[in-house]
């Protein structure tokens, strides 16, 4: 275990300084007079290379790789004060205070308030685990704002958040932790000064922070982020105010994309229509028309992952043919219809895939840490499965070709990118390219989802220069907001989802994602009951019967159809009725109140108010009405 405690030294070092501790080297280094780099390396590597920083005051590896993207800035000159017990750096704005003894680091504002301060003697710790270890001060009643996509209230005073990207389908809005974005970013509030403060640690291993959930008589109180793996690489980002924060905060990391305006209309989406057996084409047509003869306006539809189904099996990059008869037509009448598809592709392709040798031959995927000569294994939708790595110039370039010859030159510019947590690749140490340095899925993991986007954002305008490219993601990590749209993905259909998906949302926006949104009534748990097959319907249960997700409540020539969610059974077809596969044929209310079942529904009594409103007029009875009012 190793532990910073005491100052031994400092050099200059190309615009930073370079300060020894006991046991770690710290660079400090100001980017602008409001944003300072507090950088803590126990093994004194003190590499450039980031796929996230869009605002540098230092040669990176991958500056070519983002050119025309990345701003090269001259390190501010801070005014370098020093004495036997202190080193203060000063900008006007801010002043960072180094004390030596034991050694602390403090954020002053430019009025001397206390921005953020570490743990004197134990500000940075590599513990007995080879975890990374920051400790910092707090009040009792600080607030803490952001963290990327979290579930709970939107201040995580004395909460405990796990940054890790999963595949969260049916999460509880509430209380479930993790979700699908890994953003280690936080904004603390001081309720006394009103002032604010962002942390930013640039590390993309799987980490945590503890924001005062834990106590000890021997320190005073504190937070603390620990990583799994490299550097303490922390930017302390002042500016007083919120607004101020998340603006240094985008300089740093990239200003959100600016969208075409139809990203900002409904998105109409469903997994049904584009599984039928056959003429899914057809089906997505009439439902636009149908969305349009209801007066409701439609600006896009995202098209689920069916369309690419190859014997059963989604295997992306291909077309089902019996669903879309004629892609490329089908494109065209949505975009007639200005409802352009936004098709939904996944890194992972399945062992079975069609193409997988092609894929093989370009050499694109992440590899197995035994066997390096292969490709990492994990689990896939529909078998074992292979994951695309896109810090590989070569799975960067094979992607962006597949991706333009299967989808934007069928006739879109909009991409859905999916299921990019790379959360089923369970083994930590496959290796990943890193651009020629090698690197592990431990390291770069949640980077993927946002190089993803980035490549499908560059197969848009590589393919139509004048495009603004669509883009939706699931995933992401900081500076996701440059390329994509996204969303908090699977939610659960119930009130209670609604309101916790609110403050999930405002927190992805303090993490400066704006462009952040919900699926409308949920996503897992659909509240409406299908047909499982075709023949006769067999009722099992009746209306007002208290229902668990699972529970069987109906068969249709023994085929099951269980219910998607707890609640009430509301509706439900009588026995003996004919149906056909997909047929809707009972619903779900996720209130729990029975007594919902024996009143009108909102639906049913705004379909019978405007019909009674109708012929009422037709007959003048309205008008009469509305006449004897006015007398």
């Keep these: 275990m190793e532990i910073c405690s005491r100052f031994t030294g ?32 126990f093994d004194h590597e003190l590499a450039e290379e980031s796929y996230i920083l869009m605002t540098t005051a230092w040669e990176d590896r991958m500056d ?35 004390e030596k003894d034991p050694i ?21 710790v590599k513990d007995a685990n080879n975890r990374m270890v920051a400790y910092s001060r707090m009040k009792e009643d600080d607030c803490f704002y952001g963290f990327g996509e979290k579930s ?32 280690p970013f936080y904004i603390r509030l001081d309720r006394d000064t009103r ?55 985008t300089l740093l990391t990239g200003r959100p994309a600016l969208l ?38 439609i600006d896009g539809f995202h098209l689920s992952s069916g369309y690419a189904t190859y014997n059963g099996k989604r295997c992306f990059f291909t077309w089902n043919t019996d669903r879309f008869k004629d892609p490329k037509a089908y494109f065209a009448a949505m975009n007639e219809k200005h409802a352009q598809n936004v098709p939904n592709v996944k890194p992972g ?22 066997h390096p000569e292969t490709y990492g294994v994990g689990k896939w939708w529909g078998g ?138 949920g996503f897992a748990g659909e509240r409406v009951l299908r047909a499982p097959a075709g023949g006769v319907f067999h009722q099992l249960l009746d209306i007002g019967a208290q229902v668990r997700q699972g529970d069987v409540a109906a068969t249709v020539n023994s085929v099951p159809m269980t219910c998607t969610l707890d609640g009430v059974l509301r509706g439900i077809l009588p026995d003996g009725t004919p149906v056909h596969k997909g047929m809707k044929a009972g619903d779900i209310d996720p209130r729990c109140k029975v007594e919902h079942c024996y009143t009108a529904s909102d639906k049913a009594l705004a379909i019978g108010g405007g019909v009674l409103e109708a012929i009422l007029d037709l007959t003048g009875a309205l008008k009469d009405r509305a006449g004897g009012y006015s007398g």
């Design 10 to 41: 400092m050099e200059r070092k190309d615009g930073a300084f370079l300060l020894h501790t006991d046991n770690a080297d710290v660079k400090v280094c100001f980017v602008t007079d409001e944003i300072v780099r507090v950088r803590a390396s």
């Design 64 to 98: 070519d790789l983002f050119k025309g993207e990345r701003t090269r800035v001259e390190p501010f000159a801070a005014e370098v004060t020093e004495d036997d017990k202190t080193i203060t750096f000063a900008t006007g704005k801010v002043t960072l205070v180094v």
């Design 104 to 124: 602390n680091f403090k954020l002053l504002s430019a009025d001397g308030s206390e921005l953020y301060s570490t743990l004197p003697g134990n500000p940075f």
């Design 152 to 183: 709970g209230l939107l201040d995580k005073n004395k909460t405990f958040q796990r940054e890790r990207a999963t595949d969260a389908m049916g999460y509880d809005a509430e209380k479930m932790d993790t979700l699908y974005k890994h953003i």
């Design 195 to 249: 002032k604010a403060v962002g942390v930013f640690y640039h590390n993309f291993y799987e980490s945590v922070f503890n924001m005062g959930c834990e106590k000890s008589n021997y320190w005073p109180r504190y937070t603390y982020f620990q990583a799994d793996g490299g550097d303490l690489d922390c930017f302390l980002i002042g500016g007083d105010t919120i607004a101020r924060i998340v603006d240094n905060y």
């Design 260 to 297: 075409p305006k139809r990203a900002l209309g409904y998105q109409g989406s469903s997994m049904y229509y584009p599984e039928l057996e056959k003429d899914s084409d057809d089906a997505v047509l009439g439902f636009i028309d149908t969305i349009k003869e209801e007066g409701f306006p």
């Design 349 to 370: 392709m399945l062992l079975c895939h069609p193409r997988f040798n092609e894929f093989l031959k370009d050499d694109v995927f992440v590899r197995d840490s035994k």
């Design 384 to 521: 074992d499965g292979a994951f695309w790595d896109y810090t590989k110039p070569e799975g960067r370039a094979a992607w962006k070709k597949y991706l333009t010859e299967s989808i934007i030159a069928v006739g879109t510019d909009s991409v859905w990118n999916d299921n990019c947590e790379y959360d089923s690749l369970m083994d930590q140490e496959c290796i990943c390219d890193f651009d020629g340095k090698g690197g592990t899925i431990a390291q770069l993991k949640p980077l993927m989802s946002t190089l993803m986007c980035r490549m499908s954002a560059e197969a848009v305008t590589d393919h139509d220069p004048n495009a603004r490219p669509y883009m939706v993601c699931r995933s992401g990590s900081a500076g996701i907001q440059r390329y994509a749209q996204t969303w908090c993905g699977d939610n659960y259909t119930s009130w209670k989802s609604l309101k916790y998906n609110i403050p999930i949302i405002t927190g992805m926006g303090l993490s400066r994602q704006p462009n952040e949104g919900g699926d409308i009534g």
